[in-house]
């Protein structure tokens, strides 16, 4: 058995925690709002989760120390704009070489950098690795068979993150790639956006399909040119997590892209859809990214035009299509005239 602290009571911590509960560990959720530990405590049930019921001994705190002292790991679960502020809070208490997993999935817009990077900037002392995949809260909660990767520096400690976390219902990959997998991660909730504004729009699977498909040719492009591994962005946590992204009503992204594809706007569907909508916060930096690398992403290009700066969904899919004539594949295969 070891001991697990889990920093953020949303709905993937919650589920996480509870994985780790149901393979006996000792689990302790820690989060800044007393409210909702005294939630928590008092009903054994997440709001948004509702009808599930969490373990009782799945302990809960808002102190600190009491969070990450003596922790074999410590899961990284609050949402992705708050990663630097929680890391700067704990960055005094983690010890040296204490392991920290990141569960939430963004890069950051001012400086770039993914939440890992986060992480180990605001605390040098740790361990930093990363857990991602197609993996909604609501269906890993209901033990629906779900799989994953961890992603680390070091072979041992994604094993040991994988040894932690894998039952029968939650299968866990490992990998070296931490940059890719969390690259994949980040921008394929900007893609979503543009899948669910499809939708908005009442367009079909044809539509659907084509964003999927050329959404992860872009994320690939700008991964490679950031030295990441091709295959990383063909996996789960590329094409994998962009599937069950764009195809989900459990995702807040593509919920998020519906409402603006029916004529919202961006602020009005975030407050819409009440939870954190990720790629909104990610799709600047990817457009940043791109110009950083050189790397032409027309469809995250256009979400960006329709998030913050008013453009009509239907305007951006019609530029889309309309673009210069290209080849999907090298034309070295051409049979000679």
Sequence with gaps: MSRVSVLGAGTWGIALARVLNKN?????????????????????????????KIDESIKYTCDDEEAVKDMDLVVMAVASKYTRSTANRFAKIVKKGQLIVDVAKGIEEDSLKTLSQIIEEEIPDANVCVLSGPSHA???????????????????????????????????????????????????????????????????????????????????????????????????????DLIVTCASMHSRNRRAGILIGQGMSCEDAMKEVKMVVEGVYSAKAALQLSKKYNVNLPIIEQVNLVLFEGKNPADAVKELMLRDKKIEISDSMWDKE
């Design 24 to 52: 006996g560990h000792d689990v302790t959720i820690w989060s800044a709002l007393k409210d909702e530990i005294d939630m928590l405590n008092t009903n054994h049930e997440h709001k948004m989760l509702p009808g599930v």
């Design 138 to 240: 609501e269906e890993v909660i209901r033990d629906i068979p779900t799989t994953i990767v961890a992603g680390a520096h070091r072979k041992k400690d994604a094993e040991f993150i994988q040894t932690l976390f894998m039952n029968e219902n939650f299968r866990v990959y490992t990998s070296p790639d931490m940059l890719g997998m969390e690259l994949g991660a980040a921008l394929k909730n900007v893609v979503a956006l543009a899948a669910g504004a499809a939708d908005g729009l009442g367009y079909g699977d044809n539509t659907k399909a084509a964003l999927i498909t050329r959404g992860i040719a872009e994320i690939k492009r700008l991964a490679v040119a950031m030295g990441c591994n091709p295959e990383t962005i063909n996996g789960l946590t590329g094409m994998g």
